[in-house]
């Protein structure tokens, strides 16, 4: 009889990221169609080795889960462990049901880097696809220990950029004051970040991270077919309901009378009749300004963009509030946080 996975999230095998579990299914047609794959041994990397022999202390026999980064979680038991490396014998897989139908792409302006850690977390936790931060003209400053500049010349030209399949970065079109925008030296704590919070909140697709040069850059990476918002502080938000009065849902995104409403802006992925035309849920892509707001100018090459702009309501919300409650926002209409 099949043996049954417990539910990922409520599951008290100690979970590890292993990317190279998903060679059990590169050249099994079988594998991939029933998810039951003949046993294969994979090595944890290194890092989750040394957690699971100096922190956890696993040995030999005890069952893992594991899960590669692209949707998949796999089971199975250690096989062999060293001084430094871990061996698990995987024995079948199951996909992840975390994982959000609709991708959502954020874009941020540049944030200072504890923010900027913050909103990976939170974003991989909500369900986002696809983060990416750019420079704008009043992003907030960063320190020099932010920009890598007490880094080596040498640490600085190794350090690891990993770029979202959607989101490439593309050069700066000599935008003032954006052209020396770099990775920051904690680009791989980054992921780590990615990681971890992939673990806790039971998703098996790493979210993608990604830097762009300048806001032109940012703009042009986007999907052709995403719906576009800009959540914008110059756009003034409806008038709020008396209290007692029926309050309309998100009322502050309605677009106009002249655009459709975010029912049919942002179909639900899960509906029972889904468009034949569409089989795969269009993108949606928001962008977040910074701190100090988009100048007119920037707004302007936004709104050029294709991109609605929509409000968060009278309060002044910090970059990284406004990014989150935006992407929740999002994926509540597309049906990904329980009923829209």
């Keep these: 009889m099949k043996r049954q996975p417990d539910h990922p999230r409520r599951s008290s095998t100690r979970l590890f990221y292993c990317p190279d579990a998903a060679r059990a299914f590169r050249d099994d047609a079988a594998a991939r169609e ?30 893992v889960r594991l899960l590669d980064g692209q949707g998949v979680f796999y089971e199975g038991v250690i096989a062999e462990v060293g001084r430094s490396r871990v061996s698990v014998r995987i024995d079948h897989s199951f996909p992840s049901d975390a994982e959000p139908l609709t991708p959502l792409i954020l874009l ?51 350090a690891p950029i990993h770029e979202s399949p959607t989101l490439k970065s593309q050069p700066s079109n000599s935008e003032p004051g954006t052209s020396d925008f770099e990775p920051p030296k904690s680009r791989k704590r980054w992921d780590r970040i990615v990681i971890s919070a992939s673990k806790q909140c039971g998703r098996a697709r790493l979210m993608s991270v ?48 002249a655009i459709p409403d975010l029912e049919s ?22 962008v977040i300004g910074p701190e100090g707001g988009f100048t007119e100018e920037e707004i302007e090459r936004v709104r050029r963009a294709g991109f609605l702009a929509r409000s968060l309501g009278p309060r002044i919300l910090r970059a990284e509030t406004a990014a989150l409650a935006a992407a929740a926002i999002l994926l509540h209409e597309a049906g990904e946080l329980g009923d829209p």
């Design 265 to 286: 802006l942002i179909p639900d992925p899960r509906s029972p009749t889904p468009d034949a035309r569409s089989p795969v849920p269009r993108p949606i892509c928001a």
């Design 210 to 257: 990604g830097i762009h040069s300048c806001l032109d850059a940012a703009l042009h990476a986007v999907p052709e077919d995403a719906t576009r918002f800009v959540f914008w502080e110059g756009k003034a938000p409806k008038p709020r309901n008396l209290p007692g009065t029926p309050s309309a849902r998100c009322e502050s995104l309605r677009p106009q009378s």
């Design 34 to 63: 029933t998810r039951v794959i003949a046993p294969l041994d994979v090595d944890l990397p290194p890092e989750e080795s040394r957690h699971a022999l100096h922190v956890l202390r696993l040995g030999a026999g005890e069952r």
């Design 108 to 158: 941020v302006a540049q944030l200072k880097e504890k923010a900027a850690e913050l909103l990976i977390q939170k974003s991989v936790e909500l369900g986002v696809g696809e983060l990416a931060f750019f420079p704008a003209a009043r992003s907030v400053p960063r320190s020099k220990r932010e920009r890598g500049e007490t880094a080596s010349p040498l640490s600085r030209a190794l």
